[in-house]
T-cell receptor, first 115, second 115 residues
Framework: AQSVTQLGSHVSVSEGALVLLRCNYS??????LFWYVQYPNQGLQLLLKYTTGATLVKGINGFEAEFKKSETSFHLTKPSAHMSDAAEYFC?????????????FGSGTRLSIRP | DTAVSQTPKYLVTQMGNDKSIKCEQN?????MYWYKQDSKKFLKIMFS???????INETVPNRFSPKSPDKAHLNLHINSLELGDSAVYFC??????????????FGPGTRLTVL
């Protein structure tokens, strides 16, 4: 069965600093991996996803993530944090193959940005 | 235009009551979901429908009953509400099964408070 672990329930960085949110997954088959963002009082929206191909994936708002199979990781980064990045971030994993029906979300990491 | 909409946005009710939450998507998607997000932001899938057919039914009390009258709508009825049902409920949709690497689009959520 697939699972996702997000290290750190809360991360705080200064505006302009590097953002690094950590995600490790467990899967017996090659996974599909996602990062979703939830702004306050809103639903989730997709930041980026990895399915196949290039292991460095670029998403919206300057975020990117790298799939590292050897480390079973899919960490999310952004070179320079902006105040508007303050939100809850969820890593997720799904089974591969079109018959797979659901994705499993991590417990979330709250990102705070200091002025 | 709102892609995935939910009504009501807030729902405050007494223990033992029966309530419904409605969800509609105008994206032409064939798969819809209900998620429950608890106070610690943990997101757990409850149900999923594909082309009006129930395909995911997690270990949810049978007081919760989903209904999909057509592919664009997925409603959630809850009988005999309990204090532990207090949470934010999210509806989502996707074109095809989300587990196959497809993006899910989330509604804004319904905050249910049971007194």
């Amino acid at each position: 069965a697939q699972s996702v672990t997000q290290l750190g329930s809360h991360v705080s960085v200064s505006e302009g600093a590097l953002v690094l949110l950590r995600c490790n997954y467990s899967s017996s088959v090659p996974p599909y991996l996602f990062w979703y963002v939830q702004y306050p009082n809103q639903g989730l929206q997709l930041l980026l996803k990895y399915t196949t191909g290039a292991t460095l994936v670029k998403g919206i708002n300057g975020f990117e993530a790298e799939f590292k199979k050897s480390e079973t990781s899919f960490h999310l980064t952004k070179p320079s944090a902006h105040m508007s990045d303050a939100a809850e971030y969820f890593c997720a994993v799904s089974e591969t193959g079109s018959s797979a029906s659901k994705i499993i979300f991590g417990s979330g990491t709250r990102l705070s940005i200091r002025p | 235009d709102t892609a995935v909409s939910q009504t009501p946005k807030y729902l405050v009710t007494q223990m033992g009551n029966d309530k419904s939450i409605k969800c509609e998507q105008n994206l032409g998607h064939d798969t819809m979901y209900w998620y429950k997000q608890d106070s610690k932001k943990f997101l757990k899938i409850m149900f999923s429908y594909n082309n009006k057919e129930l395909i995911i039914n997690e270990t949810v009390p049978n007081r919760f009953s989903p209904k999909s009258p057509d592919k664009a709508h997925l409603n959630l009825h809850i009988n005999s509400l309990e204090l532990g049902d207090s949470a934010v409920y999210f509806c989502a949709s996707s074109l095809g099964l989300a587990g196959g690497g497809r993006e899910q689009f989330f509604g804004p959520g319904t905050r249910l408070t049971v007194l």
